[in-house]
């Protein structure tokens, strides 16, 4: 049996280069994914380049609180 809390948890990656520049004219909202992390293995914030709709090119796409 697993103890205590469970070690993956959802979090919700956000382009980091559209919330710094603000959101285009032309576009509407900000790149968001959802994924899943272990939180015994990434402690930390996590980062990761995936493409951004937005920008049209792959950013780094930051970890948000909830």
Sequence with gaps: MAKGKDAR??????????VRNGVNKQSIGIS????QKNRHNTPSRLELRKFCPRCYKHTIHGEIKK
């Design 9 to 18: 948890v959802t979090v919700i990656l956000e382009c980091t280069r559209c």
């Design 32 to 35: 968001r994914y959802i994924t």
